[in-house]
Structures are given as C-alpha cells and as structure tokens.
C-alpha cells in the first residue's frame, strides 16, 4: 500500500537501492580494469619490470645463436618479443613500452651499436603502439596481436632504414619482410600466453645468473 500524507496526496515511493552483491565496475572494455588492477606499482613496480626485462634480454641473446636456413640476415624468431606480448597483455601499454625500451638500451649497450638502436627504437615503438591499439578495441586474439605486432616491427625498420641510408628502393624488401612478421607473430602469440608468473619467476633466477656472464663475454 501507498502511504498517504495528510493533505490527501500520495508520497513518492522509496528509491530503489540496488542490492550490493550487483553492483560492477566497468570498464572502457572488456578487459581495461583488469589491466589497471594488475599494473605493478611502486617498488613492486621495479621489480616486476627488472624482472621481465633480464628474462627478455637472455632470450634474445639465446636467440642470437639460433640460425634458420633460408631467412634474410636479421630476421630473427623474436624470442623476446614474447616477454613483451605477455607484459602489454597483463600489465598494460605503459609497462610494455618501458620493458622494451630498457631491454633495447640494454642490449645495445652490450652487444650493438647507436644503428642497432635505431632501427630496434624504431621497430619496437610501432609494434607495442600497433598492438596496444589492437588490445584497447578487444575485438584481437593474442595471435592477432602478435602478428600485427610483427608486421609493423618490420615496416618500422625498414622506414628507418630508408632513412639512414636514403635510399627508397629498400622498401621493396617489405613484402618478404611482411610474410616473417606474420611468420614470427604466429609464433610469438602461441607462445607468450604460455608465461605464466612461475615460468617467468624460473626464467628470472636464470637470467640473474647469467646476465653478469653475458658482459663478461662481450669485455
């Protein structure tokens, strides 16, 4: 029954309160409060990234060592790539690009050189944008990501490269380089789901290890 006050009239009903237990949270996308719940902070912050990023450079330079007839000299598997997919998936755009750009410097800084750089700056700027775009619409597997990721990897390169050494002509290596990006990424997305925090937690103890060894190689 409607209660009554006393000039007749009838008082508007109690607002309906909903029940706490349905109450959600949404986010821009499926998967954005995920991603902001499960970004390192802080110190934790630091650690996560040191961690990711020596496990990244040691599979890089493992992958320096694997050779595979029949591709073009500097084509590689993108073993690292790996570590990067996994951070941008779980961690987010922010922690992806600072991995990769301290791996890059890293890794230059030991075993390349300011052209390396460049085109690595390059090739890793365009894919974690490329892939992040990709991620923020959730409407990509992780295989698709990766292969996107690939190919703009490559188109990133290859502009620099049309730039360092002014000559528009190497752009007619992008086909070839168009079917190993799509190659590696298949590979790559298979495969970074597959590091889960244990693995990557083993893979650090590891690459603690043999990081220091690494420098000594290259003195």
């Not at 800084?109 to 992040?132: D, Y």
């Not at 990897?153 to 290596?173: E, K, R, T």
């Not at 086909?175 to 650090?204: D, K």
């Amino acid at each position: 029954m409607t209660a009554l006050h006393n000039d007749g009239q009838k008082a508007a009903p109690a607002a309906y309160r909903e029940p706490e237990g349905d109450k959600r949270t949404k986010g821009d996308n499926g998967n954005t409060e995920a991603t902001k719940n499960n970004r390192p902070h802080g110190a934790r912050g630091i650690a996560f990234c040191g961690m990711f990023t020596a496990v990244a450079i040691v599979m890089g330079y493992i992958e320096s060592f694997i050779v595979i007839p029949g591709l073009l000299p500097g084509m590689k598997l993108g073993l690292a790539n790996c570590v990067i997919l996994f951070v941008l998936m779980r961690y987010g755009l922010t922690s992806a690009a600072l991995v990769s750009l301290v791996r890059i410097i890293v890794v230059n800084s030991l075993f390349g050189n300011m052209t390396a750089a460049a085109f690595s700056l390059a090739g890793a700027a365009l894919s974690i944008f490329v892939m992040g775009l990709l991620k923020k619409s959730g409407r990509f597997s992780t295989v698709g990501m990766s292969i996107a990721g690939g190919v703009a990897h490559n188109l990133g390169q290859v502009l620099v490269a049309m730039l360092i050494f002014d000559n528009v002509g190497m752009f007619c290596y992008f086909p070839m380089l168009i079917v190993a990006g799509v190659a590696a990424g298949v590979f790559v997305g298979i495969l970074a789901p597959v590091f889960s925090s244990f693995l990557l937690s083993s893979l650090t103890i590891f690459a603690c290890f043999t990081l220091p060894f690494l420098s000594l190689i290259n003195s």
